[in-house]
């Protein structure tokens, strides 16, 4: 049986609310945080835990003194990372993060190495992809947040429009975490009832851009991305898996001859159960839809791309 741990790298906004969430859904028995910033997850893990007294179970959360505490997880989380700033180019944030990857991973292999690991790291795609080359596992333990945040923002643009309940709403989005992403409302139904019957073709083109946009336009009020949203889709995936509830849902993974691709970490409908991606679904997709997708899954090798050019993954299995 699973000992129901979770630990979670990086305990800015994403991380701690992602924590916060859990403990209020009572879904794991220990929750374990670290962040290089002194104190952050200290402060953090004892707030939340305070709160978790009014919760329906009780969850013991702690901070970890280094990464290598980060000890026996069933789950580890992983949020480290820095944005982009100033004139870094592409190629800076990515060998910025890689590198912070690399460390992180390295120490879940070590101290956790039974456990599955749900990047939120971004670049997303490209840094799941980094997990899995630099912890060598089986690639349904390496798991990328992907649709499950594009898919909750696409329903919540479907209930603006429609004013029906949102959780009778379907959210299907494919492709990278980034501006290529692919909102497939066409694909989905309210209720029982496909959403076509509800909606016209400019309405449906107007899910799909603010879907993709939903990310920006939390940023252009806050001045900072999101963080209910983001560590809200986690807590869904987290559940999935320590409950192997055979959920249906997106999540940037490695294909391996699916969708016609190999070797790269890209966003498709996945179920997740005890064993991380316990089936990867390939949907038919017609000819416009698979040159998005194709644009969206070079957009990721580009990443790859650039890492490879820098001898990133020299000596890595």
């Known amino acids: 049986m ?12 994403v991380g701690a609310t992602t924590a916060y969430t859990l403990s209020l859904m009572g879904t794991c028995h220990e929750i374990i945080l670290f962040d290089i910033a002194d104190g952050v997850a200290k402060g953090k893990a004892i707030d939340i835990a305070q709160s978790s007294y009014y919760s329906t ?11 290598s505490d980060i000890k026996d997880c069933d789950i580890v989380v992983v949020t480290a990372g820095v944005p982009r700033k100033g004139d870094m180019t592409r190629a800076d944030l990515l060998m ?26 971004n670049p997303l795609d490209v840094m799941t992809y980094v997990t899995k080359q630099i912890t060598g596992w089986p690639s349904n333990r390496i ?31 494919i492709g990278d975490h980034g501006e290529n992403m692919m ?6 139904s309210v209720g029982d009832i496909p959403l076509t019957e509800f909606i016209s073709q400019t309405e449906m083109a107007g899910i799909i851009e603010r879907t993709k946009n939903g990310g920006a336009e939390i940023v252009k009020y806050l001045g900072t991305s999101g963080y209910y949203g983001p560590g809200r889709a986690i807590a869904y995936m987290v559940e999935a898996i320590l409950n192997d509830s055979k959920t249906i849902i997106s999540s940037s993974v490695i294909l391996d001859g699916e969708y016609g691709y190999k070797d790269v970490s890209v966003g498709v409908p996945v179920v997740l159960g005890a064993n991380g991606v316990e089936k990867i679904i390939e949907l038919e997709l017609d000819e416009e839809t698979k040159e998005k997708f194709a644009t969206s899954v070079k957009s990721i090798q580009d990443g790859i791309k650039i890492l490879q050019e820098n001898n990133f993954f020299k000596g890595e299995e």
């Open 2 to 13: 699973k000992s129901r741990k979770v630990g979670i790298v990086g305990a800015g906004a």
């Open 57 to 67: 179970k009780g969850t013991i959360i702690t901070a970890a003194q280094s990464a």
């Open 96 to 121: 910025i993060n890689a590198k912070i990857i690399k460390q992180v991973v390295t120490n879940i292999k070590e101290n956790s190495p039974d456990a599955i690991i749900i990047c939120v790291s």
């Open 143 to 173: 798991i990328g947040l992907a649709g499950a945040l594009d898919g909750s923002r696409m329903a919540y643009q479907i209930q603006k429009l429609t004013g029906t309940n949102l959780n009778q709403i379907g959210s299907l989005v």
């Open 183 to 188: 909102p497939l409302p066409s694909k989905v």
